[in-house]
């Protein structure tokens, strides 16, 4: 078939329609057919106290407060990492970082939770502390030293869950609000655990703070919290 000069003019418009609506009706099958999308990222970043110079206190063992913070997150970043969660530290040695450093780690990771990791000699069971700064409303330019109040309402609710599993867990807990330089500086729901001896009925100590199994089953019951805060589709 010979086709004149105007209708090829006339006919190639219509093909480039047709082709276009057969590209589109093949992406729209492909997306039909695409595997849904996973949730959003879920982030926690673990923050263990002190390191390097800022040894913290001295434990009645003898062991320095910045190592039995770190076995803390080592343990913890391990438990996590096994049950899919992403994990970033602020230390992953025994090294100095300052609440600044620690608190860019935290902002950068975009987290959904950032625990900061504490060991006492004083007190018993675990003690949980959110920053005591007024909620205030998000803004697009946050002030770096209470960033954490438009966060405050959201680690409340994080700090209610860690009690919870922590509760659960035969833990005695100790909930408070108090000054944190670095955690009031972040970006995201945060809570700073501290671990204090294990202590019996009468008052002697079970287990220090840097006891390995101390540590594991607090530990446990942490990522049970962080599992179930997942699970709850809470947002950064």
């Given at each position: 078939?010979?086709?004149?000069?105007?209708?090829?003019?006339?006919?190639?418009?219509?093909?480039v329609l047709l082709v276009t609506l057969a590209a589109m009706g093949r992406l729209f099958a492909q997306?039909?057919?695409?595997?849904?999308?996973?949730?959003?990222?879920?982030?926690?970043?673990?923050?263990?106290?002190?390191?390097?110079?800022d040894t913290g206190g001295h434990l009645n063992d003898g062991e320095y407060?910045?190592?039995?913070?770190?076995?803390?997150?080592?343990?913890?970043?391990?438990?996590?990492?096994?049950?899919?969660?992403?994990?970033?530290?602020?230390?992953?040695?025994?090294?100095?970082?300052?609440?600044?450093?620690?608190?860019?780690?935290?902002?950068?990771?975009?987290?959904?939770?950032?625990?900061?990791?504490?060991?006492?000699?004083?007190?018993?069971?675990?003690?949980?502390?959110?920053?005591?700064?007024?909620?205030?409303?998000?803004?697009?330019?946050?002030?770096?030293?209470?960033?954490?109040?438009?966060?405050?309402?959201?680690?409340?609710?994080?700090?209610?869950?860690?009690?919870?599993?922590?509760?659960?867990?035969?833990?005695?807990?100790?909930?408070?609000?108090?000054?944190?330089?670095?955690?009031?500086?972040?970006?995201?729901?945060?809570?700073?655990?501290?671990?204090?001896?294990?202590?019996?009925?009468?008052?002697?100590?079970?287990?220090?703070?840097?006891?390995?199994?101390?540590?594991?089953?607090?530990?446990?019951?942490?990522?049970?919290?962080?599992?179930?805060?997942?699970?709850?589709?809470?947002?950064?």
């Amino acid at each position: 078939m010979h086709w004149s000069s105007g209708e090829l003019r006339t006919l190639r418009p219509l093909a480039v329609l047709l082709v276009t609506l057969a590209a589109m009706g093949r992406l729209f099958a492909q997306a039909q057919q695409a595997p849904p999308v996973p949730g959003s990222r879920f982030m926690v970043v673990l923050d263990a106290a002190h390191g390097g110079d800022d040894t913290g206190g001295h434990l009645n063992d003898g062991e320095y407060e910045k190592a039995a913070t770190l076995a803390l997150s080592v343990r913890l970043r391990s438990l996590l990492g096994a049950r899919g969660i992403q994990v970033i530290t602020t230390r992953e040695s025994d090294q100095s970082v300052n609440t600044i450093q620690r608190a860019q780690i935290a902002n950068r990771a975009n987290a959904q939770a950032c625990i900061s990791l504490h060991v006492a000699e004083t007190g018993s069971g675990i003690h949980l502390f959110a920053s005591n700064l007024a909620p205030a409303q998000p803004t697009r330019f946050e002030p770096w030293k209470t960033a954490q109040a438009a966060f405050v309402t959201r680690s409340l609710a994080l700090t209610g869950a860690l009690n919870s599993a922590l509760q659960h867990a035969g833990f005695p807990v100790t909930l408070g609000r108090t000054d944190l330089p670095g955690i009031d500086s972040m970006m995201c729901p945060a809570v700073a655990i501290e671990l204090a001896p294990e202590r019996a009925s009468n008052k002697t100590v079970k287990s220090a703070p840097d006891d390995p199994d101390y540590q594991a089953r607090a530990a446990t019951a942490i990522a049970a919290a962080l599992l179930e805060w997942r699970s709850e589709g809470r947002e950064p």
